[in-house]
């Protein structure tokens, strides 16, 4: 009884890890670049196929019972790094003709029909990706080096998660207050004017952008390695609007509240109901849950526009500048 | 050879015709109102339930088309009046305002999950025998749809062409603070935009399923992203716009689905919209991206 209590708290760090690594990805380009990304999965799910052929080892080719493309057999911190790039080389990709100067929901309906489109594509083309069965048997990292019990190995990977996450959370800050982030603000508060003082705001955009798919990809790879399967169903373009819930209620531009918003949404109203009796026929619970989310959602839009937590003012002074969230 | 393009094109004009309703109902909402609403594809589920339990109660499923109609008006006038009014008057902005309608559609979608249990329902609707039009064969119920396009397109473009009503939401799309001190009652023509765009919303629903003949919670979001294509592409607030890209996404799509396999036609459909962003952006959105404001 403890120990599958063990396991599953250690599951829901893995899990909280992975949705914060989603989190700051999506406010960094939200609240830096005004970019609303609904197409956020399919960069997560590039940087986890990428990482699951790499680990997977090379293809049995149509015969066997999974195809794929590019098979190989890298060692442990590889295939993550292989995932960020795939996350920043598709946002690149996708950031060329979707950055440009349109329409805020243009551009947010735009990415969501780029996600449309990707899981079509994905299901379509059997030999690359293999059609919606996905991959699955993605092994676990240093999982037969390691002389960890299974209970010990899921506590090494979930601090392992949390490490990277702490180390991408110290880069975007340690960019949001340099230069380069105070130009961010300059786009994002006064384009006319920041473009007007000679910045370059579609590259600067861009740039976000790009940085915002490395992350995505590698946590795309964490979790892949993690759970071991990889598929378009699951991988679905409404995961992406949990992650937004969690960061319009935690509070946009603030990491803290990213924290929090990544806590109290993919964690306690995803995964708490599990617990619940099931009520009515089976999947009415899911339903509800969704309701739940989408009310939610709408009543903080009603009530605190700007997050539980709001992004503190900046104040451009030289001296000040440190304080800027 | 070209029997199976003529048949492909045929195809492609029905379903132009699905999407063509939806897609104008959507771009005389949002241009006029600037609500890029999310929850289209909800409310047109809406008005497809409607007329699946009016079906089961015994009327008949053309009839269907305005029982779904009244519930997409209904619904959409209550939201647009109640709930949007809500937001904007607390100071979201066209951005917020699309975070507002995606919220909404999430309700809304598993709403109709909870209730429906999940199930996809037969909608049947008596078919009579395939015509023959020289190589192409199509159901007279087909047929139908396309004329009830036509019909929706006619009547759309004669009520905003040739009415003082019509007059007056034109005025107001292109600048409603002038409209206003003209003396247009913009409040009315807001009512009156959420009415007609909202019985377009609920009747392409119900034209939807009597073309796929089911219904499940899932119907409208399926469709929506289509709708918003060739919203986009036509131009906000055009009718013939919209017309003329649903017809182009349509006849591609199914084009695509004939020579190059059904798994590529989708994805063709959405290609066209995102090969217009990145060569001629000016096509789509009609000069600058000016900062447009809420009407409400």
Redesign the interface.
Known sequence: MLSSWTFYISTLVIYFGVDLLSGISLNLQYSYAGVINFGYIVFQAAGAYAAAVMTLGPSGGASSFQQYVFGANLPFPLPLLVATAVGAALSALVGLFSLRRIRRDYQAALLLIVSLIAIEIVQADVPLFNGSNGLTGVPRPLAAVLPLSPQGYQWAYAAWVLFLCALVYLLVRWLSRSPWGRALRAMRDQEDAASAVGLNVTALRLQVFVIGGAIAGLSGGLLVQFIGAWSPDAWGYAETFVIFTAIFIGGVGNYRGVVLGVLLVPIIFIQLPQFLPQIGYPGLTDSLEWVIIGLLWMLCLLLRPRGLLPERRSIALPDLSSRSA | MLDTLASAIAFGIILASVIAIAAMGFTLQFGLTNV?N?AFGSIMTVGAFAAYLAQVNGINAWYGLGVGGVAGAALTLLLGRGLFR??AR???K???M???T??????I???I??VS??NVYQFTVLQAAPMHLGPVTITPTQAILVGIALVVFAALEALLRLSRVGKALRAMAAEPSLARSCGIRTGRVVIITWVISGFLCGMAGVVYVINSQSVGYATGELFL?LV??AA?LGGPGSPGGALAAALLMGVVTEVVSAYG?P??S??AG??I??LV??FR?ST??GG??RE?RLTL
Do not use: C, D, K, S
């Open positions: 890029f999310l809500l937001y607390r100071g979201a066209l951005f917020e699309v975070m507002v995606l919220g909404l559609a999430l309700v979608n598993y709403g999950q909870a249990r999940n992203p918003i294509a986009i396999g798994q590529y989708t994805v959405f290609g919209l995102v962003l990145l952006p789509v959105l600058h991206g447009t």
